[in-house]
C-alpha cells in the first residue's frame, strides 16, 4: 500500500467544483473515475481545496492510497490518457502514510483576475471577471494591504460556512496589472468559504471608489459579512498551488 | 448610406472560420445576422482576414454599408448584445465609402502561440498548441530571420491556393517565451493561405533541431510545399490586428 499524490490542473468552466456530489459532474469524481479505471481497484481521492463550481485550478493537490505496482512518478501519464481535456493531472508523487492535504501545514496561494476595458475579450472570458468601468489599481493595492497578517475574516466569509474560528492568516497579497487584466494574487495558510472572492469583491468596490482603503480595518473589525463588498463571480479565481511546510 | 468598420474578436474555438458557408456555424454569419436583427435591413459584412475553422482574432475587421440612423460609435454596444460571448465587436466608426478591409494597404499581424513543457495546462488549450519535447527558442528564432523580408513565400503555402504571385513582404518575426509560452508574431503585408501556420510548423521543427536555421534560404528557394514544416493546428494562430496605411 502506498500514498500517492497528484498535482491537479483544471478548467473549472463545465464542473459543478471539486467535491463529489449526486446529479453532477466534479473534478473529484472524473479523477475517482479515471484512477478506478487505470488500477483497478476503488479509489477515492481526497483533495486540499474543495474549490466551487466555475473556480480554476493550475496546481490542486488530491491524495489517494494504492496497491497497484505502477510507479508513483508514471501514475500522472497513465491518468491523463483517461482524463478529459479540462482536467490534467500535472505531477504524481508518492508521499509518506500520514501526509493529509487539508491537515498538513501549507501556504495556498489563489488568484481573482479581473478584465478591465471597454470591452470583454473573448480569449480571456472564461478565467476572468469583466468589469467594464476603469479601476484604480493604486487604491487596491493600498486597501489590499491591510488585510495582510492574522486577522479575524469573519466579514470576508459567506454566512453559511461552519467553522470553529475565523481568524486566519493572510502571508501576501499582490494586485498588479498588466495589459488590461488586474491580477490579485493572495497566499495564505488557509482560507475560509468565499474568502478569496469577498476579498476580490471588496477590492473591486475599492477600485471602483466605493470603499476608502482606510475603512478596511473597520470592515475587518465589524465581523460583519454585510460590511464588505459582494462574492465576485466564481470564474476570475484560480487555484495556483500549495507548499506543504 | 455610409460605410461601417468593425473590429471583431472572437474565441474561434466553435466556428467553422471566419468565412459564411453551408450547413456550419461561421463568424460572418453571427455577424451577418446580428447585424440584419440590429438594423433592420439586410446586411453582409466584408472581412479582412478570412480565418480559418479554429483560428482566433483580437482585431479582425470587417465593413458594411447601411442607412442607419445609428451613430456608427453606438452600433458597437448594441451589436454585443446580439452576439454571442464568444465573438465581441471591440469597435465601431464611419470610414470612406471607398474602403475595403482587403484591398487596401495594410499591415496585419497574426501570433502563433506554443505551449512547450510537460503536460497540457487547461487554462491555454484552447488558444494554444501542445508541444512536449522542449524547443530551443534560440534556434527558432535565428531561423525566423531568414523569412523577413520580401521573398516568394511558394514554399510556405497549402498547395490547393490559387494565388497570381506568392511574393509576399513579411516585415517582422518576433519569436519570444514567456514562462511556457512560445511566441511567434508575424506582421506583413499581407499572408498566403496556411502561410502563418505553416512558418509555424517549419520554426517548431527548427526548434525541435530537425531543420538547421541556415536551411531556411534554401526552403524558401526550392518554392516547394514540401520542404516546408507541417502546417500547424488552427488553435494556436490568433489574429492579432491589421493597420491600414
Redesign the interface.
Known amino acids: 500500500m502506498k500514498r500517492v499524490k497528484l498535482i491537479v ?3 473549472g468552466t463545465n464542473y459543478a467544483g471539486w467535491q463529489q456530489q449526486p446529479n453532477a459532474v466534479t473534478v473529484e469524481q472524473k479523477l475517482n473515475e479515471a484512477l478506478t479505471d487505470l488500477l483497478g481497484e476503488k479509489i477515492e481521492v481526497i483533495g486540499a481545496s474543495r474549490t466551487d463550481a466555475g473556480v ?1 485550478s ?1 496546481g490542486n493537490v488530491a491524495v489517494f492510497d494504492t496497491d497497484t505496482r505502477i510507479p508513483a512518478e508514471k501514475i ?1 501519464y497513465a491518468l ?1 490518457q483517461r482524463l478529459p ?6 505531477d504524481s508523487c508518492e508521499v509518506d502514510a500520514d501526509f493529509h492535504p487539508r491537515y498538513c501545514d501549507s501556504i495556498k496561494t489563489y488568484e481573482y483576475r479581473i478584465l478591465n476595458r ?6 480571456h ?3 476572468t471577471y469583466f468589469v467594464h468601468h476603469k479601476l484604480d489599481v493604486d487604491q487596491m493595492k493600498a486597501a489590499s494591504s491591510y488585510l495582510v497578517g492574522p486577522h479575524d475574516f469573519k466579514s470576508f466569509c459567506s454566512i453559511h460556512a461552519q467553522v470553529k474560528s475565523t481568524v486566519r492568516t493572510i502571508y501576501s497579497i499582490r494586485v498588479s496589472k498588466e495589459e488590461d487584466i488586474i491580477s490579485i494574487r493572495i497566499s495564505g495558510s488557509g482560507f475560509l468559504y468565499n474568502m478569496v472572492r469577498i476579498i476580490a469583491g471588496t477590492l473591486i468596490m475599492v477600485g471602483s471608489g466605493r470603499i476608502k482603503p482606510e475603512q478596511m480595518p473597520q470592515i475587518l473589525a465589524a465581523k460583519d459579512r454585510q460590511k464588505a463588498g459582494p462574492t465576485a463571480p466564481a470564474q476570475g479565481l ?1 487555484m495556483i498551488g500549495i507548499e506543504y511546510l
Open positions: 490542473a483544471y478548467d480554476h493550475l500522472s491523463n481535456d479540462d482536467i490534467v493531472v500535472q471597454k470591452f470583454p475579450m473573448p480569449e472570458q472564461r478565467n484560480t
